[in-house]
């Protein structure tokens, strides 16, 4: 399976984007897709992730109320949507896939290339 991230972007405080994350090849039932950022100067950190075969879904409590993840499983592709945007949300935007509900990093083996979303105040 390959990731592949798209739709960040430069917007204002208070604004909202939604960011995509394409799979190529099949995901199972069992997968979780995580979606991850990295601010400059700061560790990778978990933001959202959804359970692809029944859609069950976690949130950092950073984004909880704010941001939502949703999947569309006929285009295999994995959304977060993201309202309410903050300067301390600018950061790259990872997608990745793991074989079992985590939180780190380390709990995903399948990762794609970031998308950099940027907000100003």
């Known amino acids: 399976v390959q990731l592949q991230a798209s739709g960040g972007g430069l917007l204002q405080a208070g604004g909202s984007l939604r960011v995509s994350c394409a799979a190529s090849?099949?995901?199972?039932?069992?997968?979780?897709m995580g979606w991850f950022r990295q601010a400059p100067g700061k560790e990778r950190e978990f933001v959202a992730a959804?359970?692809?075969?029944?859609?069950?879904?976690y949130y950092a409590d950073s984004v909880k109320g704010r941001f939502t993840v949703s999947r569309d499983t006929a285009k295999n592709t994995v959304y977060l949507h993201m309202n309410n945007l903050k300067p301390d949300d600018t950061a790259v935007y990872y997608c990745?896939?793991?074989?079992?509900?985590?939180?780190?990093?380390?709990?995903?083996?399948?990762w794609g290339a970031g998308t950099l979303v940027t907000v100003s105040s």
């Open positions: 959804i359970r692809w075969g029944r859609g069950s879904t």
């Open positions: 090849g099949r995901l199972f039932s069992s997968h979780i």
């Open positions: 990745a896939r793991g074989n079992s509900l985590g939180y780190a990093p380390a709990d995903y083996n399948v």
